[in-house]
Nanobody, 124 residues
Framework: QVQLVESGGGSVQAGGSLRVSCAVS????????MGWFRQAPGKEREFVAA????????YYADSVKGRFTISRDNGKNMVYLQMNSLKPEDTAVYYC?????????????????WGQGTQVTVSS
């Protein structure tokens, strides 16, 4: 059974930076596409970023493009989301997700495994 555990959330002022991390165990990590989603209070969970198994391709939501960077370290079974120039509207619980296959889907229902989430709060 695969397990995903996020860490690194916290509170920051607008314009600041945070890096959230996700540790994956229970499967051969390098064979899977990894993604980050977020969910703000009262809103649906939304796609943020994804990275293919070898890190060759990355994808971002328009709202974070140019500010967030997703990366992975297959040797450590880790995936990261570096968040710069944070805005109050980035406040949400951030979830790590895993899916089989080497292609990206922005639909929540196409991701098979999820972490418990980590809170990111950006104050103005």
């Amino acid at each position: 059974q695969v397990q995903l555990v996020e860490s690194g959330g916290g509170s920051v002022q607008a314009g600041g930076s945070l890096r959230v991390s996700c540790a994956v165990s229970g499967r051969t990590f390098s064979y899977y596409t990894m993604g980050w989603f977020r969910q703000a209070p009262g809103k649906e969970r939304e796609f943020v970023a994804a990275i293919t198994w070898n890190g060759a391709n990355t994808y971002y939501a328009d709202s974070v493009k140019g500010r967030f960077t997703i990366s992975r370290d297959n040797g450590k079974n880790m995936v990261y989301l570096q968040m710069n120039s944070l805005k109050p509207e980035d406040t949400a619980v951030y979830y790590c997700a895993l899916r089989t296959g080497n292609y990206v889907s922005t639909a929540v229902t196409n991701w098979g495994s999820w972490g418990q989430g980590t809170q990111v709060t950006v104050s103005s």
